[in-house]
């Protein structure tokens, strides 16, 4: 009888020890597996860390190079847009532009801009060109652009279409004129990497008509087309390149060659917050040639050097 007692009692207590062992050893694998999971995997299942790239609007990230987007219905905003140009054939040349904008967009699918403009200029011994130096009120300007396709997950390229009259007052020689004009233009973008490298592509058309002091209205026309790529760097800050091809011609419709240009250059895009922004851009004309010239550029017809500096204020 006290054996059967004494084996109950055995039995119980090495029941009792293998149920501590094995809560041990759950415990232990617990653990194991928790560590195996690593840091990232941890996070993962208490909460989903937000991606600091987010979505970036491109319509300024290109440059010279317009990207598709027009921006969010009921946005509004200030920019302050300046753009320079280097260098022309025989003489010494500058020719810098500064435009007070306000931008709106009223529609989701539709944006607008008006520009005020005025020109600093200093020309002299420039081939063809009266010598000119002086700031002045230089005209008026007006873009209009329609989203045709919104980039998105069910779209990966953006398309608008964009309108850009503008009256002058003053041409980029610095010569009192009456110019009208209207850039027509097909812009289209693509996000290649989500939230991180960004293409477009620009085709453009701008006839013109403009009379000079004591001459007739002379036509003309240049078509352009441009592309660039924009990486993002940082967060908030995007950097890129672009090229672009300009070929000027005679008539409202193109008819006899003037000239044509290649540009190259970086990029740069700086989104401080998320209402302020800075985007800057340089180009350097690479090669070209003028109608009747034997030189490897057209500098008659185009500058050498081209820059831009937008900063924009949203409210």
């Known amino acids: 009888m006290r054996s059967a007692v004494r084996t109950r009692r055995a039995a119980r207590l090495l029941g009792a020890v293998c149920g501590a062992i094995g809560a041990v050893a759950a415990s232990e694998s617990s653990c194991l597996a928790q560590a195996a999971l690593g840091p990232a995997d941890q996070a993962g299942q208490s909460a989903a860390l937000p991606d600091p790239f987010h979505e970036l609007e491109t319509k300024y990230l290109f440059g010279f190079t317009e990207g598709a987007d027009i921006g969010s219905e009921g946005e509004q905003s200030v920019e302050f847009e300046s753009t320079a140009a280097f260098q022309r054939r025989g003489g010494r040349y500058s020719d810098v532009e500064q435009e007070i904008e306000y931008e709106s967009v009223p529609s989701q699918f539709f944006g607008y801009e008006l520009s005020a403009h005025v020109s600093g200029y200093d020309v002299a011994g420039v081939d063809g060109a009266a ?185």
Do not use: C
């Open 131 to 315: 010598n000119a130096h002086g700031v002045g009120f230089s005209g008026l300007s007006t873009e209009l652009r329609y989203l045709v396709i919104g980039r998105g997950p069910g779209s990966p390229i953006g398309l608008t279409l964009i309108a850009e009259p503008e009256w002058a007052r003053i041409d980029d020689l610095g010569q009192p004129i009456a110019d009208y004009s209207s850039a027509f233009g097909v812009v289209a973008d693509a996000e290649l990497i989500a939230n991180r490298l960004y293409g477009a592509v620009n085709l453009i058309d701008t006839p013109d008509i403009a009379k000079s002091p004591g001459q007739d209205w002379q036509r003309s026309s240049t078509i352009a087309a441009t592309a660039g790529l924009a990486y993002r760097l940082t967060p908030k800050v995007t950097g890129g390149g672009e090229v672009e091809y300009y070929r000027a011609y005679d008539g409202l419709a193109p008819q006899a060659l003037q000239g044509q240009a290649l540009y190259v250059g970086p990029t740069l895009h700086i989104q401080f917050t998320g209402q302020t922004m800075l985007a800057a851009a340089f180009s350097s004309q690479v090669a070209g040639r003028a109608a009747g010239e034997s030189y490897g550029l057209d500098l008659t017809d185009f500058p050498r050097y081209r820059a831009n500096l937008k900063l924009e204020f949203e409210f």
